[in-house]
């Protein structure tokens, strides 16, 4: 049973000082927390300004949560729809030519149940080249999508996923790809 009252995050490393999260707090709230079409060219600099390593030709649409930029790596010709969530508490790496839809969300925390004290498990997440995590999918922490594999909407995806494989279902369940559907 957990005891919710023992439950520190006193081990768990920000990253950053508290006044450069809480620029960032501000920064995320003005450019990236509003359906206001800010020039992804905008957002990509700020992004750059607080740590996030982003190449070229990057879109990044309205209502997009990052939590700790400086823990994210973005590389070229990525979309990031509209409401999609990083949750950044490890490593983010998105590699070139992914499709991250909208609501989708990149989740690197989790919690110990075996343990009273609840204790937070960071795992850092890697969607490979030329992948697409569909609209309103869930990555968990410590999962890695394989280049070319496809994450279909609504997916829940716990473990790691092959190359050029396509993931369905809720429980995620791996299936062969094929080129066209």
Request: glycine share 10%; with cysteine.
């Given at each position: 049973?957990?005891?919710l009252?023992r439950?520190?995050?006193?081990?768990?490393?920000?990253?950053a000082?508290?006044l450069?999260?809480?620029?960032?707090?501000?920064?995320?709230?003005f450019?990236f927390?509003?359906?206001?079409?800010?020039?992804s060219a905008?957002?990509?600099a700020?992004?750059?300004a607080?740590?996030?390593?982003?190449?070229?030709?990057v879109v990044?649409?309205g209502n997009?949560?990052i939590t700790?930029p400086?823990?994210?790596?973005?590389g070229?010709?990525?979309?990031i729809g509209e409401?999609?969530?990083?949750l950044?508490?490890?490593?983010?790496?998105?590699?070139?030519?992914?499709?991250?839809?909208?609501r989708?969300f990149?989740?690197?925390?989790?919690h110990?149940?075996?343990?009273?004290t609840?204790?937070?498990i960071a795992?850092p997440?890697?969607?490979?080249?030329?992948?697409?995590?569909?609209a309103?999918?869930?990555v968990?922490?410590?999962?890695?999508i394989?280049?070319?594999?496809r994450?279909?909407?609504?997916?829940?995806?716990?473990?790691?996923?092959?190359?050029?494989s396509?993931?369905?279902?809720?429980?995620?369940?791996?299936?062969?790809?094929?080129?066209?559907?």
């Open positions: 049973m957990i005891r009252d439950y520190s995050t006193q081990g768990f490393d920000r990253g000082s508290a450069k999260e809480a620029a960032w707090i501000l920064v995320k709230w450019f927390l509003t359906p206001l079409p800010w020039p905008v957002r990509c700020l992004l750059r607080f740590g996030a390593e982003v190449g070229s030709g990044i649409r997009v949560n700790f400086w823990r994210l790596r973005i070229s010709d990525v979309w409401e999609v969530l990083v950044s508490l490890a490593q983010v790496t998105i590699e070139s030519n992914v499709c991250i839809s909208q989708a990149l989740c690197t925390g989790s110990d149940f075996g343990k009273e609840f204790d937070l795992q997440i890697v969607v490979r080249e030329g992948s697409w995590v569909a309103m999918a869930f968990g922490p410590g999962v890695e394989g280049q070319g594999s994450v279909a909407a609504g997916a829940v995806v716990s473990q790691s996923v092959p190359p050029a396509k993931v369905k279902g809720n429980p995620a369940v791996i299936v062969p790809a094929s080129p066209v559907e």
